[in-house]
């Protein structure tokens, strides 16, 4: 028996505020799943943030609607969680997964937190945040009592573990239960293949380039989703690459050299079938204009967006975006400035907060930010000693 397990899907985003890039993301997931159809899996598995907000876009719902009936007609369920961009700062609030229950997808949640299929046993929960870890404890605790009446068990999950995330985490590799046979991990971007218990713990990865922090992992494992077979000891994994349609180009160039540096960038992506996103470091700059006027009268044409770092020799470097369009919009923005903090909690909350606050919905602004700080740092009470 085998199955795709797949997460980090962000349906509807738009990467730099370009709408190139929300139609990278869509088409790299009808590419996924035409690729699990393929091979002819039993399941599907995905670990949350299958759309990149709350509210997906008509879009966003129509591409995974689309490809989930695909799925269907191919006799592949799909068993889904939510993720930390799929929920909402709100209690009582509802995934989007939620709405496609009726064309089959079988949602995982703290309602119903098990499925069987043939004889595996699955289990999970969406995403809780670290304030909430004590709940999250107590469930996981309930699902391994479930689990040990099974033979074959997967545990699902949207989650960061301490082993693997330096900063932002929810939960230490000592609190997951370790009698499941596969552990079906979402959150962490990059490829994760680690052995735990007696099974395997694997994070697939996000099937495209979310922030520019990935390149370095995407350059050494590629973006996609895994398939697991289930018939040996041990889950057997398989890394199936999937191509993005958009390359992200690096380049380090000097200032007094520019010009032989821009040429052979064009040599690079001048096949290319679309236009990459170009990341271009320049040392030794002396006017920062001149640098400024030159790329883009020799690249923009070339490339979908220039993302340059002008380096002058005793100051601190210069981080500019070239974009002819002026895609980027003030939520763009926002989330570039955030990124430094490695937080998705907080980028979401920005967001969200900016959204209500533009449309002068300040009750509803207010309840959010408390809701927020209640769950992110929560207060413990007193208790009187006798």
């Not at 479930?146 to 230490?172: P, T």
Request: aromatic residues 10%; negative net charge; charged residues 30%.
């Amino acid at each position: 028996m085998k199955f795709a397990h797949l997460a980090d899907t962000h349906l509807g985003y738009r990467q730099f505020g370009l709408y190139e890039r929300e139609k990278d993301f869509y088409e790299v997931f009808e590419k996924i799943t035409d690729k699990i159809i393929e091979e002819k899996v039993d399941f599907v598995i995905h670990s949350g943030d299958l759309f990149d907000n709350s509210r997906p876009s008509p879009l966003a719902l129509l591409t995974f609607q689309k490809c989930l009936i695909k799925l269907k007609n191919a006799n592949i369920p799909v068993y889904a969680i939510a993720g930390n961009h799929d929920s909402v700062l709100r209690k009582g609030a509802i995934p989007p997964q939620v709405l496609f229950k009726k064309f089959g997808l079988k949602v995982i949640s703290p309602i119903n937190t098990n499925y069987m299929y043939k004889d595996v046993f699955i289990a999970g929960l969406p995403y809780y945040s670290s304030s909430q870890y004590k709940n999250l404890k107590n469930k996981l605790s309930d699902l391994s009592k479930k689990a040990a009446n099974h033979e074959k068990s997967i545990l699902v999950l949207h989650q960061g573990i301490d082993k693997y995330f330096n900063l932002q985490y929810e939960l230490e590799i000592g609190d997951v239960p370790d009698n499941f046979t596969y552990y079906a991990m979402g959150h962490l971007h990059n490829f994760i293949n680690d052995d735990f218990g007696e099974g395997k713990l694997v994070y697939p990865g996000s099937s495209e380039v979310w922030k520019t922090s990935e390149l370095e992992d995407y350059r050494k494992n590629g973006k996609g989703f895994v398939i697991v077979d289930l018939d040996g000891k041990k889950p057997s994994i398989d890394r199936i690459k999937i191509d993005i349609p958009r390359e992200f180009i690096e380049r380090t160039l000097d200032y007094d050299n520019l010009a032989s540096g821009i040429e052979a960038i064009k040599q690079t992506i001048k096949d290319f079938d679309k236009k990459p996103i170009l990341n271009l470091t320049v040392n030794n700059v002396t006017s920062t204009s001149n640098a400024h006027e030159i790329i883009t009268e020799e690249l923009d044409d070339l490339a979908l967006m220039i993302r340059p770092k002008f380096k002058v020799p005793g100051e601190e470097s210069i981080d500019l975006i070239i974009d002819k369009e002026n895609a980027l919009g003030p939520i763009e923005v926002l989330s570039s400035r955030l990124e430094k903090y490695d937080d998705a909690e907080i980028i979401k909350f920005a967001t969200e907060l900016y959204n209500l606050l533009s449309k002068d919905k300040s009750e509803d602004a207010k309840e959010l930010m408390d809701e927020f700080y209640k769950e992110k740092y929560p207060i413990e009470e007193e208790v009187e000693e006798d």
